[in-house]
């Protein structure tokens, strides 16, 4: 058997299972039950172990929260494994234990392997782990797209390929694009930008300010303005220390030091504390001879021109038209001219910039328009074989002249790529558009599946579609929710056999009302409630024997102990294995 298998899966407060186990096996098993009986309750958990939405819903009424635990034996070194081991998940003895836990509030937590992992992570797994297939998988096949990604995925190589260098051809486009047309749309205020840009640097150069003159400018001005005043303190502070020639009568401060310096000479000596105090008063008048001096230079250089101030004040004035558009201070407004020019150089570059995306816009249609003309060709190819692989199994599925086809066609649109010599619309997958067609006997005219098809052929039509890609595209476990909706009789007993044929290959989970498929299952559960409406651990439990004669005949006439029931039971059943017995 390929890949792994789902041995066993645990659900506590889930709709109406209150605490089951439901025990699975390599091959075909059937989940079967009365109607509301929580059938569905098996694919519904196993849905939520694979990373399925948390409906709080699903959670049995009067319990905090619904638990779904799931055993799954995975082959070492697969994808899976790898995976899991990367988040730190840990197997034991290759078995792989999942749990998922959801709220009555609607919070959900995910575990793999006993270390908590992001609900993501399970869904990345279900893809090698798990098929799962219900009624809205069937009615999913109905949309163009799924039916798209269905020819491509039986494809393989042959398209993936050609798709991962397409989508990274068209990303790049529609980034092109989204330039292009903002640089072109906005032409008209990129250009007022660009003028607005040059006015103001025009006027930046035309005053030339330089790094921190505004601030030696504001000195010199205040310096300037009070020259008068300064230079009669200065006067006055020198006469103060060096004394006034017109009043050689005045004591100065420096002629004072000078006299206490000489009183204390004569007596240094004696005390090296006064030597010292000596010194001091010494060093003090050698800087009072200092000062006085700079105070003479700077009386005699103060220029008190007015003609210099106000030069200076028409410069601030200069200086201040800039700081009041551009920047707080001369550093800002520098600062916003740097700038200014970088931007107004991209500004003017636009014309290139446009030359340059236009030619790249144009080499990415042409490339665009080869890489989508070469995946219609694979998938025209590919539309042949695929048609006639899904044929050759509806003909194992009681539908021996029905014919399945491929339509590959594309919409003509001026602004796309071209295909096949003509101009046709396009999208991130390629210019294809592929539908699948039915023709159900002969003489029938082929017809889209979603008008052509009845309930019970979209049946069998889902289910030889996967069949023929457990042939190419294989996964360890298929699960059906009432695959057999719409069919009976003959045609049951055909999808039974074909289930069970694929159920060589791998394990087969089918929830099914039909006794024509339960019939031809190598395990048959069955999903009973209590009196009280709930399902318990007894309430899932694997029918052998007697018992399993006993569901068949409650399957086949609603009547457990009908003889005739029993009969047809017994006859189903026994065909079934001797159509399983190796010729």
Known sequence: MVGGVLEEMRIRSLGVIDDAVVELSPGFTAVTGETGAGKTMVVTSLGLLLGGRADPALVRI?????????????PPASAAVLRAE?????????????????????????????????VGLLAELADDLVAVHGQTDQQGLLKLSRQRQALDRYAGDAVTGLLAKYAGAYRRLRAVVVELDEITTRARERAQEADLLRYGLDEV?????RPGEDVELSAE???????????????????????????????????????AQRALEAVRSHDPALA?????????????????????GYADDLDADPLRLAAVEERRAALTVLTRKYGEDIAAVLAWAERSAARLTELDGDDDRIGELTAERDALRG???????ALT?????????????????????AMPHARVSFEIRQTEDPEGVEVGGRTVAYGPSGADEVELLLAPHPGAPARPIAKGASGGELSRVMLAVEVVFAGTDPVPTYLFDEVDAGVGGKA??????????????????VVTHLPQVAAFADRQLLVEKTSDGSVTRSGVKVLEGEERVRELSRMLAGQEDSETARAHAEELLATARADKQPL
């Open 62 to 74: 009067g319990a905090k929260n619904a638990v779904v635990e799931g055993r799954i034996a995975v």
């Open 86 to 118: 990367e988040a730190g998940a840990e197997l034991e003895d290759g078995v792989l234990l999942i749990s998922r836990t959801v709220s009555a509030e609607g919070r959900s937590r995910a575990h793999l392997g006993g270390r908590s992992v992001p």
């Open 205 to 209: 150069a035309a005053v030339e300010p």
């Open 221 to 259: 001005a205040e310096r300037l303005g009070h020259a008068e005043a300064l230079a009669s303190a200065a006067t006055a502070a020198h006469a103060a220390l060096a004394g006034n020639p017109e009043d050689p009568e005045g004591i100065d401060a420096a002629t004072l030091v000078a006299g």
């Open 276 to 296: 010292s105090l000596t010194d001091r008063i010494g060093e003090i008048g050698i800087l009072l001879g200092d000062v006085a001096g700079e105070l003479a």
């Open 367 to 373: 490339e665009l328009s080869g890489l989508a003309q």
């Open 377 to 397: 060709d694979a998938r025209t190819e590919t539309a042949e074989r695929f048609a006639a692989a899904v044929t050759a199994e509806l003909a194992s599925l």
């Open 492 to 509: 049951a007993v055909e999808i039974g056999r074909r289930l069970a044929k694929l159920a060589k290959t791998a394990q087969v989970v």
